[in-house]
């Protein structure tokens, strides 16, 4: 059973900023997509960042573009979220998601079949 488990969510100052981890369990292959969604009530879910466990295929929100940006660890198991340059309308519950095989063009509809619990990132102005 593939588990995700997200940290690294706290508050900070706009301009700031927090690097986010995701840590899967129970994979079999490094055969997998992984992505960063967040979702606060005013804009509801929108997906910052996909990798596929290569890390070549990245692929970014517009929102985020030169501010986020993801990176793997050496086990290929664990995905981080490097975040700068932090603004209010950053602020979400941060969510890890994974899906087996490759990052589908679609990925930002959130159609992945395993997600962590969450983190929280608040940015106060």
């Known amino acids: 059973q593939v588990q995700l488990v997200e940290s690294g969510g706290d508050s900070v100052k706009a301009g700031g900023s927090l690097t986010l981890s995701c840590v899967a369990s129970?994979?079999?292959?490094?055969?997998?997509?992984m992505a960063w969604f967040r979702q606060n009530p005013e804009k509801g879910r929108e997906g910052v960042v996909s990798?596929?466990?290569?890390?070549?295929?990245?692929r970014y929100a517009d929102s985020v573009k030169g501010r986020f940006y993801v990176s793997q660890g050496s086990a290929k198991n664990t995905v981080y979220l490097h975040m700068n340059n932090l603004k209010p309308e950053d602020s979400a519950m941060y969510y890890c998601?994974?899906?087996?095989?490759?990052?589908?063009?679609?990925?930002?509809?959130?159609?992945?079949?395993?997600w962590g619990q969450g983190t929280q990132v608040t940015v106060s102005s």
């Open positions: 990798t596929y466990t290569d890390g070549n295929s990245v």
């Open positions: 129970g994979l079999t292959d490094n055969d997998n997509c």
């Open positions: 998601a994974l899906d087996r095989g490759a990052c589908w063009n679609s990925w930002y509809k959130g159609d992945f079949e395993y």
